[in-house]
Nanobody, 126 residues
Framework: QVQLVESGGGLVQAGGSLRLSCAASGRSISSYAMGWFRQAPGMEREFVAVISWGVTVTNYADSVNGRFTISRDNAKNTVYLQMNSLKPEDTAVYYC???????????????????WGQGTQVTVSS
């Protein structure tokens, strides 16, 4: 079992930055693909970013590409999402997720993931 706990959310003005963290426990995530998803009120959960393990591959949603950066620190068993140039439409609950995966593989669909955190709220004011 992998337990995931997100942190770093909050209220920020448009144009600002936040860095989300996802701390894993229970087992090492070094052989897991790690993803970030978000869900705004009344909307379906949507893909934000994913990072593979081993051969590092990243993938981003078009809406965040160039503004968000996903990274991982396996020594700390933690994944990060650096969010810059935030917009009001980025307001959502952000979730991290883990999937046991092949090296270098990325997964953009929420149904592919094995473990989920409880989420952290990000609110961007205009």
């Amino acid at each position: 079992q992998v337990q995931l706990v997100e942190s770093g959310g909050g209220l920020v003005q448009a144009g600002g930055s936040l860095r989300l963290s996802c701390a894993a426990s229970g087992r090492s995530i070094s052989s897991y693909a790690m993803g970030w998803f978000r869900q705004a009120p009344g909307m379906e959960r949507e893909f934000v970013a994913v990072i593979s393990w081993g051969v590092t591959v990243t993938n981003y949603a078009d809406s965040v590409n160039g503004r968000f950066t996903i990274s991982r620190d396996n020594a700390k068993n933690t994944v990060y999402l650096q969010m810059n140039s935030l917009k009001p439409e980025d307001t959502a609950v952000y979730y991290c997720a883990a999937k046991r995966a092949a090296s270098g593989s990325v997964y953009p669909r929420s149904g592919q993931y094995d473990y989920w955190g409880q989420g952290t709220q990000v609110t961007v004011s205009s």
